[in-house]
């Protein structure tokens, strides 16, 4: 039987890294959706495909795409038709029409299920916009860590100029409004706050303050 931490929130919040921490502490299996949608995002850019007026030839790529994620000394590490993609699927080319075309229902369709195969029989984390309320609305741990969207675009800007990527914290912050705006007006697996997750606000949080909290939250569900 699986055990399943699901975790969601707008961009910016500090998900993936938690995750990532988490799953090394306490030996769970990281499922990244984000970097799924990413990946046929980015092979759709590939081939000259970023709007949602060709949204048939998206849904094939879905249907038609090889991806493997791995994690090497605790990095996680992307793969698309077997070329590492880790650092361009992450680019502003690709964040500016995730949000979009993770909005396509059957695209979701595909990444839900493919996630819950995944899934089966382990004991795994998981963090996104519909992980609490669509994937597994059933998971025995449900998070929903949020912040201020300043904070966030401070957060997302920092990070971009760690990975070398171009652009203004004006720019940044547009991106993450448009992405708030996007997340919870999607008329499937829209962002919302399940009834039964604990809410923990991270704004004038550490990383290692947010860990904490959330593997108390864990830790105490799993006795």
């Known amino acids: 039987m ?3 931490v699901a975790i969601d929130g707008p961009a910016g919040t500090g998900k993936g890294t938690i995750t990532k921490l988490i799953a090394q502490e306490l030996g769970l299996v990281n499922i990244d959706t984000g970097a799924m949608y ?3 995002t980015l092979k759709g850019i590939r081939q000259g495909i970023n709007c949602l007026e060709r949204k048939e030839e998206l849904i094939q790529i879905a249907k038609d795409i090889n ?6 000394n605790g990095n996680q590490q992307t793969f698309l038709e ?3 993609v ?3 699927i992450r680019s502003k080319e690709v964040s500016d029409f995730v949000s979009q075309l993770s909005s396509i ?7 839900v299920n493919l996630s819950r195969n995944i899934a089966e029989g382990k004991d795994v984390i998981m963090e996104g916009r519909d992980i609490t309320t669509v994937v597994f609305p059933n998971a025995q741990v449900k998070i929903y860590l949020d912040a201020d969207i300043e904070e966030r ?3 997302r800007f920092k990070e971009n100029q760690e990975k070398g990527i171009e652009g203004s914290y004006e720019q940044v912050l547009e991106n993450v409004k448009m992405r708030d705006y996007n997340d919870i007006h999607k008329p499937v697996g829209a962002l919302k706050v399940a009834e039964d997750a604990v809410v923990v606000d991270t704004t004038k ?3 290692e303050e947010v860990k904490e909290k959330v593997k108390e939250v864990i830790l105490e569900r799993r006795k």
Not at 67 to 72: P, V
Not at 105 to 111: L, Y
């Open 205 to 207: 949080m550490t990383i």
């Open 105 to 111: 229902p059957e695209i979701r369709e595909i990444v």
């Open 38 to 40: 990413r990946c046929i």
């Open 86 to 88: 880790t650092t361009e």
């Open 82 to 84: 077997g070329e590492d």
């Open 2 to 4: 699986s055990f399943v």
């Open 153 to 155: 675009a401070k957060r």
């Open 67 to 72: 991806i493997y994620i791995e994690n090497h």
